[in-house]
């Protein structure tokens, strides 16, 4: 290995730092360059594509809560052709990693969008969002089912040869189960978590404040949440984890690494502060000293340890 | 000029009337930006505020931003002082362009949308040609703001409040109406609530060119969320929506549905 104190592998995926932006909130790349420098991000997880163009939902589609966001944009996106044809060309130029999410009604959707996605060039990973309403289950989540999670894995697996990440809902009962479900169908890494249901009032308008009434939380308020998720699925699966959920600053980002991450993903708080990824990749060497860990690597599922010898 | 993330100095604050405040910062780059734009600022909360620029004066290289304090970002901005340094993304979105200089010129502002407006007719009153006549209404008196700045620069605005407490009685509704009488091929520029827009772009709908700059709620500021639409007028192309933090926030008014 480099002697980089910050490289990570993921599924396959050689990584020089374990910062990554967030899907869905660093839309295909463009948007943020003039702010933010793609190539020094370990990866860029792109908007999630589906086979079609999906409208989205209407708006106000964000509402901001204490210490979080509330969104609901409804995943809308041009569809694969689109992202192939007309964002992906500036993702591969920008000299970074790049992860694309997907995102489907069916099985059959997600299948079709990633085997798209395979005559591409310059995708390094597929993130797969089960949080997606299943239309032939009468609309629950993928994500909310062993084994429809399973059955979208396997779909997806049996399509491409690049590492497959499946993205966890925290909008379930037993996320461990979910875990399990899809690593024996063939997921090379998890990442997690999803945002967590939720909804606001307008007071004023006497009505929900979103637009499609309920949305997901993002933000500092679900990051004990997020953690949680990591910590125990980290405990009951042997591949690689990436954690999701409120990471701020390069303390949160060790949090998640002792919790069992191998790396994380940065979301809703670029937008207040576009440069903060990088200012965390910069601080990430200097706090991991404090903590006495060599590098990145020392830290992956040191909290762990600590549960094995509290157990009688 | 290309949008950046700068951090400037509050150069001058002032309380212009009971709960609105106008912060100027000095930022010669800044200051060619276009009426219409905004600045994404950071203040206390999950996301920025985006907030339009009242000023964009190149002479003083003074930008400046008036809003009225509706909330907790608005009221942290409020309480900031001379000297003090505000983190800002901007100059953000697209403004208004530059009006025809052979026809009448209306501008309509409502509120805090009265602000972009006298931006927009600082930078383009000596290029008209034709007539230029300002509305500016709000609910009450104290909220039609930047009045005195119209008339120092030899404007008189048509004012209407609607309890009446300064003015005509009313919404801007009805001067336009009677300007639209007279200058039936008029240019029409508006900013405010988006009742109010919707409201001007019936009124103004067979007429000229009308163009209106939109508010809705943000996350990024920049393009990559999709947070910020608003509907396309024609739902049948792709995308159905347009997003007001860079498609807009200024629209001509058959481009985008207002409900
Ligand atoms: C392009 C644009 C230009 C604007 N220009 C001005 C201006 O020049 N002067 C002015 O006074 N106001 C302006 N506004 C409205 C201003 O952004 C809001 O009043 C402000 O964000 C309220 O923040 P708050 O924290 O005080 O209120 P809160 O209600 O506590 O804010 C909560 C959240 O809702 C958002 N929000 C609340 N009201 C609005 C609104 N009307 N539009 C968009 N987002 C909103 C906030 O940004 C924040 O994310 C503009 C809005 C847009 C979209
Ligand atoms: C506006 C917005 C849009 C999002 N869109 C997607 C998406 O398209 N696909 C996806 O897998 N996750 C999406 N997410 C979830 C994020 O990738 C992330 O899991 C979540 O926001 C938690 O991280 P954070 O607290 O750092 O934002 C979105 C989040 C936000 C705030
Ligand atoms: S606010 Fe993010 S796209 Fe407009």
Redesign the interface.
């Known amino acids: 290995m480099s002697d980089n104190p910050l490289a990570v592998e993921v599924a396959g995926m050689a990584l020089p730092n374990p910062i990554i932006a967030a899907s869905?909130?660093?839309?295909f790349g463009p948007?943020?360059a003039?702010?933010v420098n793609l190539a020094r991000l370990g990866a860029v997880a792109a908007?999630g594509v589906s086979w079609d163009?999906w409208?989205?939902n209407?708006?106000?589609?964000?509402?901001?809560?204490a210490?979080?966001?509330l969104?609901s944009?409804g995943l809308?996106n041009?569809g694969v052709e689109v992202f192939c044809r007309e964002d992906l060309p500036f993702l591969r130029r920008a000299q970074t990693r790049v992860i694309a999410n997907v995102i489907g009604r069916t099985i059959d959707e997600y299948a079709r969008v990633v085997e798209r996605l395979e005559r591409e060039a310059g995708i390094d990973a597929i993130e797969v969002n089960i949080s997606c309403p299943n239309v032939k289950e009468g609309g629950i989540s993928f994500g909310q089912d062993p084994d429809h999670a399973a059955a979208v894995t396997r779909a997806v697996r049996a399509v491409t040869r690049r590492p497959v990440i499946v993205k966890l809902s925290p909008n379930v009962s037993d996320p461990v189960a979910i875990a399990q479900a899809v690593a024996a169908a063939g997921a090379d890494a998890l990442s997690a978590i999803n945002t967590v249901i939720g909804m606001a009032i307008d007071l004023k308008r006497r009505r929900p404040a979103l637009g499609a009434v309920t949305g997901g939380l993002s933000?500092p308020a679900i990051k004990p949440i997020a953690l949680r998720v990591v910590w125990e699925v980290a405990q009951s699966v042997h591949i690689p984890i990436i954690g999701i959920g409120g990471i701020e600053s390069a303390e949160d980002v060790v949090e998640f690494l002792m919790a069992g991450a191998t790396a994380v993903m940065m979301g809703?708080v670029?937008?207040?502060?576009?440069?903060r990824m990088e200012a965390v990749i910069e601080a990430l060497p200097a706090t991991l000293r404090a903590l006495g860990f060599e590098c990145v690597r020392d830290a992956i599922g040191a909290a762990q340890g600590f549960c094995e010898e509290a157990r009688p | 000029m290309?949008?950046?993330?700068m951090v400037v100095c509050i150069e001058r604050r002032e309380v212009v009337a009971r709960d609105h405040v106008e912060l100027y910062f000095r930022h010669p780059a800044l200051t060619a930006a276009v009426p219409g734009q905004f600045a994404h600022i950071?203040t206390e909360?999950?996301?920025?505020r985006p907030l339009s620029f009242s000023r964009l004066d190149p002479a003083s290289g003074l930008a400046a931003v008036l809003f009225r304090v509706v909330g907790r970002g608005t009221a942290w901005l409020a309480a900031r002082r001379e000297g003090e340094p505000l983190d800002l993304?901007g100059p953000l979105g697209r403004g208004f362009p530059p009006p025809e200089p052979d026809r009448p010129w209306c501008l309509v502002g409502g509120g805090v949308g009265i602000p972009p407006l006298f931006a927009a007719w600082a930078r383009w009153k000596a290029s008209l040609r034709a007539p230029i006549t300002v509305i500016a209404g709000a609910r009450t008196r104290e909220a039609v703001v930047m009045v005195e700045d119209f008339r120092a620069g030899g404007a008189e605005p048509w004012v209407t409040t609607d309890d009446g407490s300064l003015g005509e009685a009313g919404t801007v509704l009805g001067p336009l109406r009677r300007w639209l009488a007279s200058h039936p091929q008029g240019q029409v520029y508006a900013c405010g609530p988006t009742p109010m827009l919707a409201a001007v772009a019936a009124a103004v709908q067979g007429h000229g060119p009308c163009y209106l700059g939109l508010e809705?709620?943000?996350?990024?500021?920049?393009?990559?969320?999709?947070?910020?639409?608003?509907?396309a007028a024609d739902r049948a192309t792709?995308?159905?929506?347009r997003r007001v933090c860079?498609d807009g926030p200024v629209f001509l008014a058959e481009e985008v549905r207002l409900e």
């Open positions: 869905g909130t660093f839309g948007e943020y003039p702010y908007k163009p409208p989205g209407p708006p106000p589609r964000v509402w901001e809560t210490a979080g966001l969104n944009i809308q041009p933000g809703t670029t937008f207040r502060d576009p440069g | 290309p949008p950046a993330r950071l909360g999950t996301l920025r993304l809705q709620r943000m996350g990024c500021g920049v393009g990559a969320c999709l947070a910020c639409v608003v509907p792709w995308p159905p929506w860079c």
